[in-house]
């Protein structure tokens, strides 16, 4: 090995020297034994010396924080100090490594969607994700050690974690910031350490869906078996009781009456479940936006009977890309929501008009009673009704504003509402700049729709 030839290179070094020396003091002192003997003792002493010099750098190297390499001493003390640097250095790099994996997984957790706390054995904190702050009103950083019980107070949680029975999750509402959190809680440690793992999750929209959905099923239930309850007793009064030739077309009337509200609803849940379940339409197919108008406006007065002023733009020259019977639909019913809901006497208008950013609107406008304005954000609600005998005695499904909406969403566009009570409201489709395009765009280049638009509010 390397450093037992440097160890006997020393030793015979050490060795002539001293034997120089004692010869030169047995020739100078006639006595030869002790020269010999003064040798030998040197080459040991020099030899120690070498050894303890090489000994204390080692030393004094360990004593400080070994950010420096290890002394290069060579021998048995050189191979000492390899062997010491290169566990170190081993041990830091696994050290690195291990950081560097926990500060992914923290990392990770950090991006989850859940809200993750970890706690001791006395539910002490010692770890959570901005998630699970914003969850309790936590500070991660500032909150850190401190009990979680003190910080989060909710009487329901602090019962869940004090009963140690976790195996259904709790459910918190807080009122104030009207959200729903679903929180469990898992036991882990190792050693006999026992520590607890808190998960939460915000559910407040899978609890609105799924309290919609719910009002859905009773929505539609009640809506079928109105006209069905009716129509039951309507068969049993022909069945059981002689009806005049007056009363038994009376009867059927309504009868009919009752089979055509069932109809239409039935037809608007599936006009509803294919907006739902099929591909946002193309931009690529244009279809003409002005027979639809004079479609819309000539049902229009046939449902208003003379007992409204109607106005409705008519020659738009405007072209939309999308499907025609969604569009022709979603125009339909704000118009004849407009029409129905519009006292006689009132004045509605169908308008169209460019936006600033090339887009589109069509408008509907009346001067009816209007809507109050904690009704607005609901109005699209299936089923939702201000006034619900009002809407049934009118004909409405209470879909129709349902359908608008995700007619005109599944066209990248928006449905706004305005309105105030004893002001009238305004409807609105607007439509982006992509999907809208005049007749002749097409020969006109990119000026056709700032050509247009320069027209403003009297197209």
Not at 161 to 168: A, E, K, V
């Amino acid at each position: 090995m390397a450093w037992m030839f440097s160890r006997v290179l020393m030793l015979v070094l050490g060795t002539s020297v001293a034997g120089g020396l004692g010869y030169w003091l047995g020739e100078w002192t006639g006595m030869p034994h002790l020269a010999a003997a003064l040798a030998a003792a040197t080459a040991v002493i020099l030899m120690a010396v070498w050894d303890a010099a090489r000994a204390h750098r080692l030393v004094h190297w360990l004593r400080g924080d070994q950010d420096d390499d290890a002394p290069r001493l060579g021998g048995l003390w050189g191979e000492m100090a390899y062997r010491v640097e290169r566990g170190l250095r081993d041990r830091e790099r696994r050290y690195e490594r291990e950081r560097q994996q926990l500060e992914q997984f923290l990392l990770a957790i950090e991006a989850s969607p859940n809200g993750v706390i970890l706690l001791d054995g006395q539910d002490h904190i010692q770890w959570c994700n901005v998630v699970a702050g914003d969850h309790f009103s936590l500070d991660p950083q500032r909150d850190k050690l401190q009990r979680i019980t003190n910080l989060v107070r909710y009487p329901a949680f602090v019962s869940y974690l004090q009963n140690g029975n976790f195996q259904q999750p709790l459910t918190l509402t807080n009122t104030r910031a009207k959200s729903t959190l679903q929180v469990l809680v898992r036991d882990y440690g190792v050693g006999g350490e026992s520590r607890k793992l808190v998960l939460s999750l915000d559910v407040t929209d899978r609890e609105r869906n799924e309290a919609m959905r719910r009002d859905f099923v009773a929505n539609v239930s009640h809506e079928i078996r109105t006209p069905l309850t009716v129509l039951a007793g309507f068969i049993e009064t022909m069945a059981s009781l002689q009806l005049t030739e007056a009363e038994r077309r009376r009867v059927l009337h309504l009868m009919q009456q009752q089979t055509t509200r069932m109809q239409t609803l039935v037809g608007d849940l599936l006009t509803l479940a294919q907006l739902e379940g099929s591909p946002r339409p193309g931009a690529d197919h244009w279809i003409s936006l002005d027979p639809l108008l004079q479609r819309v406006g000539a049902d229009a007065q046939a449902l208003s009977n003379g007992r409204h002023e109607l106005v409705c733009e008519r020659h738009t020259g405007v072209e939309l890309a999308g499907v025609e019977t969604e569009i022709l639909s979603a125009i339909a019913n704000l118009v004849s929501n407009a029409v129905r809901y519009t006292p006689e006497g009132g004045r509605i208008e169908l308008q169209w008009r460019w936006l600033p950013d090339n887009g589109g609107e069509i408008s509907v406008i009346d001067n009816g009673p209007g809507i109050a304005r904690e009704h607005l954000p609901r109005l699209t609600e299936r089923f939702y009704r201000v006034d619900g005998s009002r809407s049934r005695d009118t004909g409405g499904t209470g879909l129709g504003l349902s359908i608008v909406k995700h007619v005109v969403q599944r066209h990248g566009g928006e449905l706004r509402i305005e309105s105030e009570p004893g002001k009238g409201s305004r409807f609105r489709l607007l439509f982006p700049a992509a999907r809208v395009r005049l007749v002749d765009a097409s020969a006109m280049g990119d000026e056709a729709a700032p050509a247009a638009l320069a027209g403003g509010d009297d197209l």
